[in-house]
């Protein structure tokens, strides 16, 4: 087959997304065709998108285009109106066989990817203000434990060595199932039942939503990841009451003292928003100072942008000249905090999941490493740091 006329799938967005394409890509095989699985989360995820599906079209002039993914379900009028599309494909239809011309649902492989991603959850039951995704993921949804279990133990058997649990609201896992387990009894299943999977590593956690049962996994469990990665959106209060966010200031830096007393190399991720409509100078410096009082050596800064058909989007707004000044502000001193953590594990030896590239990979505590010699990709190996820049760290195979 020429290469030109194999199908290709462009993800954009979440780690949802990735778990979802692979499925896509295993449905499509044998088609001139290139799916864009996009994203909506900000007004640029949805402008990339349609930069993204031009760039389908000047690369693959005879293919079929077709868009999934939540910018397509919230929009269709309006990417179905885009010359270079040939049909949409809604969410909710993105993973039945009949709509890529397939007669069964293929079990996703990642191949060439180091580590694989296993939905376990779908949609979102809570309404925060600035967020549209309910609107193109629906209600929560959840993946029956058993089924999951034999879909990471296939993934498991074909070599792969980390599986990352992906949803919208992966905290929300099992509230619609029947006896409504928790997402602390899914992962304990998952490593009873699966013994041979090495690395369990879990996406971005709503504070709020983790027990006890959770909190033990992430802190005990040497299989699951020392990386928690937060929604924690804000720093302030009022902030955070005018996002509907269920938690407080007070409640984020609990936990994660918490978490760190209890596994102290643990490293914690947050997603933040600057320039939220009605915020301060001083609900900012709020924001500001959680980066090292929540101790973020992961953080993913968003500048806040409008989404139609949500509250927020009729708050008073920040002037968009200060939401970029806050959220470069907020980026520096995360990339500060998060370069003096890489330079405090200098000497320190890593478990490093070798990736595809065979020069690179990351930490357990999801620090990128790079190689000084190649290693085997999808191996794990035990690297020794030597030395560290703002960005990442660098080693030795010991």
Not at 14 to 20: D, K
Not at 54 to 64: F, I, L, N, Q, T
Not at 382 to 396: H, P, S, W
């Amino acid at each position: 087959m020429e290469l030109a006329h194999q199908p290709e799938v462009v993800t954009l967005g979440c780690r949802l997304n990735i778990a979802e394409s692979e499925t896509i890509r295993g449905m499509i095989a044998g088609r001139d065709m290139v799916v864009v699985n996009s994203c909506a989360v900000t007004n640029a995820a949805v402008k990339e998108t349609r930069s993204a599906i031009r760039r389908a079209r000047r690369r693959r002039p005879g293919a079929e285009i077709v868009v999934t993914g939540c910018a397509a379900e919230m929009d269709p009028t309006g990417f179905t109106a885009m010359p270079e599309v040939s049909r949409i494909v809604g969410n909710f239809d993105k993973l039945a066989p009949a709509a890529w011309g397939a007669t069964a649902m293929p079990s996703p492989v990642f191949a060439g990817h180091a580590r694989a991603f296993v939905e376990v959850q779908n949609g979102c039951d809570h309404r925060c203000t600035f967020c549209a995704i309910p609107f193109g993921r629906g209600p929560s949804r959840s993946v029956p434990a058993g089924a999951v279990i034999e879909r990471i133990a296939m993934l498991v058997a074909g070599g792969h060595r980390e599986v990352v649990l992906t949803g919208v609201d992966v905290t929300s896992y099992g509230g619609d199932l029947p006896g409504a387990p928790s997402l602390g009894s899914l992962v304990e299943r998952i490593l009873v039942h699966v013994p041979a999977l090495e690395r369990l590593r879990l996406s971005s956690l709503d504070s709020v939503e983790i027990d006890e049962r959770l909190l033990e996994a992430l802190t005990q469990e040497p299989r699951v990841m020392p990386h928690v990665h937060l929604s924690l959106q804000a720093g302030d209060d009022l902030i955070l009451k005018r996002m509907k966010r269920r938690h407080a200031r007070a409640d984020a830096i609990a936990l994660v003292a918490r978490l760190k007393a209890a596994r102290p190399d643990i490293a914690i991720g947050a997603d933040l928003i600057a320039g939220f409509p009605t915020e301060d100078e001083a609900m900012f410096t709020q924001t500001l100072a959680i980066v090292a009082e929540c101790d973020i050596v992961h953080a993913h800064v968003f500048s806040y942008s409008p989404r139609a058909g949500t509250p927020a989007a009729r708050m008073p707004p920040v002037a968009p000249m200060v939401v970029r000044e806050r959220a470069a502000r907020l980026r520096a001193a995360a990339d500060a905090h998060r370069g003096a953590w890489l330079a405090s594990l200098i000497g320190s030896e890593q478990s490093v999941l070798v990736e595809r590239s065979g020069d690179r990979g990351h930490a357990a505590n999801f620090a990128e490493v790079r190689l000084t010699a190649p290693a085997p990709p999808g191996s794990i190996q035990r690297v020794r740091i030597a030395c560290a820049t703002d960005t990442y760290l660098e080693g030795i195979c010991v």
